[in-house]
């Protein structure tokens, strides 16, 4: 009997070895509320199949609450409010704008972004490597990504020579200024000329176009203005000028091309946050991260409607193209 003891012993403990979630199922429910920009968004199914590799089972040992602010300002501060209402161990975002109302609503509660834009001009953290309070996670911004996205731009329509390059102050300047400096240099070297254009809201952006087209613009880069996708994307299409995207929620809003970081992968990687803080992790000990994998999105079904034609060449090096 004691020998069979042993053995069911022995047994759960390379089980334990084997599955990280053993220890976790063994003990109470883990709670989290996540904090959506749309349902049916595929970063949720990365973010949870990564908490899976560490054991996090939804049903299991691990209960979510949800949330989907749809980029409405009127419903996030309703939400946010719900979900601290829910006392989560971690309370998930999937963006900048969405962890800054979070952090607003409580200063107890951990915080882990999934993606965010300049964490520090945007008041999140109080640096990269040292956050200093309740927020935690990845961001978006990358050393010459501003620049690499110009030169593909250029790459994909070589006659391009005036880019018009929009940005959004809630996406946070510092961060802006920092990006419009890098491709400021690379225009330098391809010999293109750059303007700059201010974006506050939805309700500017046909007037910010017009105005890059009376400067003659040939070409646009947004820079991100990620909490209104759709309408940037459908506005822009109107101008039928070949235009470059930051992030990947934009190609699903039918932007023409998309360089940047990896939706998918920022999504997986705040797994490892939320892991670390339901074993008892400081988000103030946890630095924000950058990122590490990035995509190349052709939209081809955009292309064909505004009557434009990607390269053989510049398709060829596509991550994923939608048609």
Not at 262 to 286: F, N, Q
Request: charged share 20%.
């Amino acid at each position: 009997m004691r020998q069979k003891v042993l053995g069911f012993s022995l047994g759960v403990m390379l089980a334990a070895l084997c599955w990280p979630g053993l220890a976790q199922q063994a003990g109470k429910v883990a709670r989290i509320g996540l904090l959506g920009n749309a349902m049916g968004d595929s970063r949720e199914t990365a973010f949870l199949d990564g908490l899976r590799n560490y054991g996090w089972v939804e049903g299991q040992n691990l209960l979510i609450e949800r949330r989907y602010w749809e980029n409405s300002r009127e419903r996030l501060s309703t939400f946010v409010d719900e979900l601290v209402r829910f006392k989560p161990d971690a309370l998930v975002t999937t963006s900048g704008t969405a962890a800054l109302a979070a952090k607003k609503a409580t200063s107890t509660i951990s915080i882990v972004m999934t993606t965010s834009g300049d964490a520090v001009t945007q008041g999140l953290v109080a640096s990269l490597a040292r956050p200093g309070g309740n927020v935690t996670g990845l961001t978006n911004i990358s050393n010459d990504l501003a620049g690499k996205q110009l030169e593909m731009l250029k790459e994909a329509f070589p006659k391009v020579s005036r880019v018009a390059a929009l940005y959004c102050p809630a996406a946070g300047g510092l961060a802006y200024d920092q990006r419009f400096s890098e491709m400021r240099a690379t225009a330098q070297a391809l010999k293109v000329h750059l303007q700059s254009v201010q974006v506050r809201g939805p309700e500017e952006i046909e007037g910010a176009l017009r105005a890059a087209t009376r400067e003659r613009a040939d070409g646009l880069f947004l820079h991100d203005c990620s909490v209104f996708p759709t309408k940037i994307a459908h506005s822009v299409a109107k101008t039928k000028l070949p235009a470059i995207y930051p992030t990947s929620r934009f190609a699903e809003a039918g932007a023409l091309m998309v360089y940047g970081p990896s939706g998918m992968d920022l999504a997986r990687r705040a797994a490892t946050y939320v892991d670390k803080i339901l074993k008892d992790a400081k988000p103030a000990d946890l630095p924000v991260e950058q990122p590490m994998k990035f995509e190349f999105v052709v939209n081809l079904k955009t292309a064909k409607q505004i009557g434009l034609t990607i390269p053989p060449n510049v398709l060829a090096r596509a991550d994923r193209v939608i048609r």
